[in-house]
């Protein structure tokens, strides 16, 4: 009987230890990307260092038509998907699932979007920003 006990408690330890993985950061986002899907005569790139710290941005021939500051944080233990440049304060969506390659972030209050997908298909990047019953799909290569 205690072997049994000692067994069941060991399940339940383990199990209790798969549902508490702490949350990785996305590291598949490293790299310089291209937008593949673009609009004509425009060009569009997401850059993320190490530290998972990016930017996006949109050229028009030579001008820069966007910019955007991207970065993963942790606050009290939860990611975040931080969007600096785009409204006049920072907005925060936070993570509400998470692969080895792919997250979902979400804000309800945000106008749009509510919800950023990232996820990792073959060698492409791919990302849908989106809000009720509108998305913008994003496909990028890896430079270099």
């Known amino acids: 009987m205690k072997k049994l006990l000692l067994l069941c408690t060991l399940l339940v330890l383990f199990s ?3 549902n508490t993985q702490k949350k990785l950061k996305p590291t598949f986002l490293i790299g310089e990307w291209k937008r593949l899907n673009d609009k004509p005569r425009s060009q569009t790139y997401e850059i993320w260092n190490t530290n998972l710290v ?3 941005y949109t050229m028009k021939g ?3 038509t966007f910019q955007e500051i991207l970065s993963i944080v942790k606050i009290n233990d939860t990611l975040y998907l931080e969007v600096k440049g785009v409204n006049e304060k ?3 969506f936070k993570f509400t699932n ?3 390659t792919s997250f ?3 804000n309800a ?3 749009f979007p509510k919800k950023i997908t990232y996820f990792k298909e073959g060698k492409q990047l791919k990302a849908i920003v989106a ?9 990028f290569e890896k430079l270099h």
Do not use: S
């Open 104 to 106: 979902v972030c979400e």
């Open 54 to 56: 990016g930017m996006g």
């Open 16 to 18: 209790c230890k798969n």
């Open 109 to 111: 209050k945000n106008d």
């Open 131 to 139: 809000a009720d019953d509108f998305r913008i799909d994003f496909v």
């Open 90 to 92: 920072a907005t925060l």
């Open 62 to 64: 030579t001008k820069r």
């Open 98 to 100: 998470q692969t080895d």
